[in-house]
């Protein structure tokens, strides 16, 4: 499949190519790119010039077919130098709560996962591994939890339900919730649309929204926002899913620095579960031997 030719112009390039190719340099240890906007600025055209340096390429700053193709050998070989598997053992010292069945189901998808998507390093491994652990509950939840309580809602989704007696006419009706607040937001319509509900949190890392629904179906080929119940239902999708949210969003930079306020924010959105986090990234550290 041929890919455009990005440079840096005056106005940036722009758009999925852009992104992709920052997806490629931070996944490849070229984090000085930044996030992965998808606007090709200066600090994209630096990063690109460091990664054809280092890699023997003429130093032009340009995507052009001999970057691409070196970005793709790069990834592929670093998922074929993948790190020794993920053990029985080390999972659950990460996670102390999951079943021997639960975990051995795991096992290898995500270490298909972790070399699809170049989460190769240590770090970047207990990183993954720690949010996915948190946001699945113990890697015991594929679809979000919405059955909230009156105060649970005032605790966790206050603005969307700060009139007086809307909790207590909202608690523990999770499609109501979900419409609510996912409401106009994330790609979704209005909440009569039921688009919340529909597009809830799903996968081990709860991908939420249409539009994550819509990218990650352009990524695979799957129509999953026809059918975005496949995604919870699947171990290796569930796995595989998150690992996608985590390339698109260049989560390895946040990892690579052992940011886990970073990571933890650029994956919910802000810090809602961080004490549980750092706990299961202090296990995770552990249990690979960090």
Not at 44 to 70: I, K, M, N, Y
Not at 113 to 140: D, G, V
Not at 143 to 154: K, Q, V, W
């Amino acid at each position: 499949m041929s890919r455009p030719v990005l440079r840096l112009k005056n106005p940036h390039l722009k758009g999925e190519a852009v992104r992709l190719a920052q997806r490629h340099l931070i996944a490849l240890g070229f984090g000085q790119v930044g996030r992965p906007d998808g606007d090709f600025g200066g600090k994209s055209d630096r990063a690109v010039r460091a990664f054809q340096r280092e890699r023997g390429l003429p130093v032009t700053g340009v995507v052009g077919a001999a970057t691409w193709r070196a970005f793709d050998e790069e990834r592929e070989g670093q998922a074929e130098g993948f790190a020794p598997p993920l053990t029985l053992a080390q999972l659950q010292t990460i996670v102390p709560e999951i079943s021997d069945a639960n975990a051995r189901k795991y096992l290898g998808p995500l270490d298909q996962t972790m070399a699809r998507w170049t989460i190769t390093t240590p770090l970047r491994r207990a990183h993954f591994l720690a949010q996915i652990a948190h946001e699945s509950a113990s890697f015991s939840a594929t679809r979000e939890n919405l059955n909230y309580s009156a105060d649970g809602l005032r605790a966790v989704f206050f603005k969307y339900f700060a009139q007086p007696g809307e909790p207590e006419a909202f608690a523990r009706q999770p499609e109501r919730i979900a419409n609510r607040v996912y409401a106009n937001r994330l790609g979704n319509g209005p909440e009569a649309s039921g688009d919340g509900w529909r597009y809830r949190g799903r996968g081990l890392i709860q991908l939420t929204g249409k539009t994550n629904y819509r990218l990650y179906s352009n990524e695979t080929g799957v129509d999953f926002v026809v059918n975005p119940d496949a995604i919870a239902i699947s171990v290796s999708r569930c796995v595989d899913v998150a690992g996608w949210y985590w390339d698109r969003n260049g989560i390895h930079l946040w990892a690579d620095r052992d940011d886990v306020l970073m990571v933890s924010q650029r994956i919910n959105g802000g810090i809602h579960g961080l004490e549980e986090r750092e706990r299961f990234l202090r296990r995770a550290k552990q249990g690979l031997g960090i």
